[in-house]
């Protein structure tokens, strides 16, 4: 499987998961991720420009996301690919290759969609361990940064599963996921960043339905073909 297919598969995983993610004295990690979850599961559709990272690729776009599976992402790099998820049927276009590849994904999957649900997130409670990466203050996202942000670190509880860790920076003052990075088992990086979000703007059901060129060659059930 190439890499930007790769990207584009754990993208929107990973993307999913961010769709379905008030401290006085002491509030454990596992406490305020509830707080977050619970914050995200209020919102009925947001917009936010995505950035992604993927060892030496990168890719940009705007994600979609409307609860409470709805996904769409129009990339601006790689230029017109899109990922959109309609509840049953995850579609990717690659331009490139002039592909589009299909895999149905079963909504209750702890490694799919079911991510950006309650449900989802109480699977991630239960499988990863949750910490403060440095503590339950806010700490600037990066170096040099102004932006002050909680910082968590996820850790899996077994070997099944597919990140060995996953981190998530949060803004101390929206709640709003702003980066995710997620390691996965072979010790590849994918870091996503988040900015510029617009909440509960009544998209439309239209806007996560995707005609691909009639001259693309379709791939069905890709994830599970050599």
Known sequence: MSKIVKSSILAAFCLYF???LSAQGITTASAYFKTVSDYYATLKDYEADVEISADKQQMAGRVSYKR??????????????VIVFNGDMLTIYLPGASAVLQQ?????SAG?????????????????VIAYEIGQEP??????????????????????ESFRYIKL?????????RRVEASTTKAETFVFDFLDYSLNQDISDQRFIYDAPSSANNFNNFLFTE
Request: charge should be negative; aromatic fraction near 4%; charged fraction near 20%.
């Open 18 to 20: 961010c769709s379905a």
């Open 139 to 160: 700490v600037p996202l990066e170096n040099g940064s102004d932006e002050m942000v909680i910082k968590l670190i996820l850790t899996r509880r077994n070997t099944s």
């Open 104 to 108: 149905a994904v079963q909504s209750d």
């Open 68 to 81: 409470p599976n709805l996904l769409r992402i129009d990339f601006t790099n790689p230029q017109e690919q």
């Open 169 to 177: 920076a949060i803004n101390a003052e929206t709640k709003l996921i």
């Open 112 to 128: 799919g969609a079911s991510l950006a649900t309650p449900q989802g997130l109480s699977l991630m409670s239960r499988y990863y």
